[in-house]
């Protein structure tokens, strides 16, 4: 599900943009060094959302970090499409690498049976601890990226659109969750909690790494006022309300999105800590 033109996205509260230091040698945007910690602690998710309309010069600087496969899947896109995509998959590289402080050009990505991609740790610098890993979403121009520590996630973010809501519900969601988005007689709050549904949908299918070849209609969330609050019920894995922890997140006016963060034994919910992209330019 996406969109191609929408109007200049701008962070919603709860999303700051740090600042850019003044120094040189920056791996993220090829100007000055930023001084943040992309990193995430263990027990933490980073989250960074940021606008994919970028200057041609930038595109074709991240797009000679690509990897033969990338580029080919490059190709495969209409140009508008192309430019967001590249531009999405650039900025992975970039965040990656200085998470890792690491080289863009450097990461190699290892796929796994249904596509989801992973960091192959022989092409960073070495890290103590839990493996990163991480996970990526765009949809019109913005993307969402996920980092974590020894932990599986899935992202998903959705630009926030009139459609036919009801039919795609009773045809992917659980009959339990579309039962529950059509009690909904406001027309407004139901495609925003249909989005909702639908961008946890997504993110869960991608944190377990199963993809398409898992149906929508196999797990279902327990529904609150808001939307998803935690799996309720999946027909492969008794024990999937215990390992993922649901997240809604409003990164920008006009978009959903969620994230599904895995549990590791004995711990609660992972701590969220949420960023802007690019960093802004510092005061004078």
């Known amino acids: 599900m996406d969109e191609a033109a929408a109007p200049l996205p701008v962070p919603a509260p709860g999303w700051p943009s740090p600042p850019r230091a003044q120094a040189s040698g920056d791996a993220v945007s090829g100007g000055p060094q930023v001084p943040i910690r992309l990193l995430p602690a263990e027990g933490e998710v980073v989250l960074v959302c940021a606008p994919l309309d970028v200057p041609p010069d930038d595109l074709a600087r991240m797009r000679a970090t690509f990897a033969p496969r990338e580029e080919a899947r490059a190709q495969r896109f209409a140009q508008h499409y192309r430019d967001r995509w590249v531009a999405g998959r650039g900025l992975l590289r970039r965040l990656l690498a200085q998470a890792t402080s690491g080289e863009p050009a450097a990461l190699r990505f290892a796929y796994g049976a249904h596509g989801k991609p992973t960091l192959d740790p022989r092409s960073a610098p070495p890290l103590e601890g839990p493996p990163l890993t991480f996970n990526v979403s765009h949809s019109g121009a913005l993307g969402l990226y996920a980092l974590a520590r020894g932990r599986e996630v899935g992202v998903d973010i959705e630009q926030i659109r009139a459609r036919r809501s009801d039919q795609?519900?009773?045809?992917?969601?659980?009959?339990?969750?579309?039962?529950?988005?059509?009690?909904?007689?406001?027309?407004?709050?139901?495609?925003?909690?249909?989005?909702?549904?639908?961008?946890?949908?997504?993110?869960?299918?991608?944190?377990?790494?199963?993809?398409?070849?898992?149906?929508?209609?196999?797990?279902?969330?327990?529904?609150?006022?808001?939307?998803?609050?935690?799996?309720?019920?999946?027909?492969?894995?008794?024990?999937?309300?215990?390992?993922?922890?649901?997240?809604?997140?409003?990164?920008?006016?006009?978009?959903?999105?969620?994230?599904?963060?895995?549990?590791?034994?004995?711990?609660?919910q992972p701590a969220l800590r949420q960023l802007w992209w690019p960093p802004r330019e510092p005061a004078r």
């Open 168 to 268: 795609v519900a009773d045809r992917f969601f659980h009959r339990s969750e579309s039962s529950r988005l059509h009690a909904i007689q406001n027309e407004e709050q139901r495609r925003a909690a249909f989005f909702a549904v639908w961008c946890c949908k997504e993110a869960f299918i991608k944190a377990t790494g199963a993809g398409l070849s898992q149906s929508m209609s196999s797990f279902e969330f327990a529904l609150g006022d808001a939307g998803p609050e935690a799996v309720a019920w999946h027909r492969d894995d008794d024990a999937a309300a215990a390992r993922w922890s649901v997240h809604l997140l409003s990164p920008s006016a006009g978009y959903a999105a969620a994230l599904i963060a895995e549990r590791r034994q004995g711990e609660g």
